[in-house]
């Protein structure tokens, strides 16, 4: 069975960073690409990022290109999303989501999310 | 970025009643292999998102046939089929066509 296991929730002092976690089990985790999607609250889906735990390469929407990094470690089949300079428009909840590829394609697992809270 | 508009729905939807959900892209979604690259998804509440539709009418594995997605490049419907319960979330359609995928902003479904 297919799982994308999260970390817990994390909260973070404005201006530091926060790493979350998401551990894939049931598949070769270096047969697919590992997405992540940001929620704010009571808003909908935005996609942030893409990696391929292959080759480590990566690819991020523009508005999250200084805010993202995405790392894998394929010997623990886990991916990680770093965000850096926390500031209040951070607080949201993010998912990891699989797909085949980085494009033409579609999420069809999803872990069931991290909320993050920024606050002083 | 393509634009993905969906449309609102005449809630609550009673229960055993068809709802159809409406998304268009701002660009046409339609791939030289012939393939639409549109996706559906519903977030129940408290849940993360679940893949019902892609490529803009195959059913994702273990999706009631009552799901159904139809369109043509720039406009798509979800249809749901005697609505119940557990269809109660958000839907959202989703385009992987181009760099970046994007998503509509969500249409709300509730039941009467």
């Known amino acids: 069975e297919v799982q994308l296991q999260q970390s817990g929730p994390e909260v973070g002092r404005p201006g530091s960073s926060v790493k979350i976690s998401c551990k894939a089990s049931g598949y070769t985790f270096t047969d697919y690409v590992m997405n992540w999607v940001k929620q704010s609250p009571g808003q909908g889906l935005e996609w942030i990022g893409w990696i391929d735990p292959e080759y480590g390469s990566t690819d991020y929407a523009e508005k999250f290109k200084k805010k993202a990094t995405l790392t894998a470690d394929t010997s623990s089949s886990t991916a990680y999303i770093q965000l850096s300079s926390l500031t209040s428009e951070d607080t949201a909840t993010y998912f990891c989501?699989?797909?085949?590829?980085?494009?033409?394609?579609?999420?069809?697992?999803w872990g069931q999310g991290v909320m993050v809270t920024v606050s002083s | 970025d393509i634009v993905m508009t969906q449309g609102a729905l005449p809630n609550p939807v009673p229960s055993g009643e068809s709802a159809s959900i409406t998304c268009q892209s701002s660009k046409s979604l339609l791939y030289s292999d012939g393939k639409t690259y549109l996706n559906w998804y519903l977030q129940r509440p408290g849940q993360s998102p679940q893949l019902l539709i892609y490529w803009m009418s195959t059913r994702a594995s273990g999706v009631s046939d009552r799901f159904s997605g139809s369109g043509s490049g720039t406009d798509f419907t979800l249809k749901i089929s005697r609505v119940e319960a557990e269809d109660v979330g958000v839907y959202y359609c989703q385009q992987f066509l181009e760099f970046p995928n994007t998503f509509g902003a969500g249409t709300k479904l509730e039941l009467k």
């Open positions: 989501a699989r797909s085949v590829g980085y494009t033409l394609y579609y999420f069809d697992y």
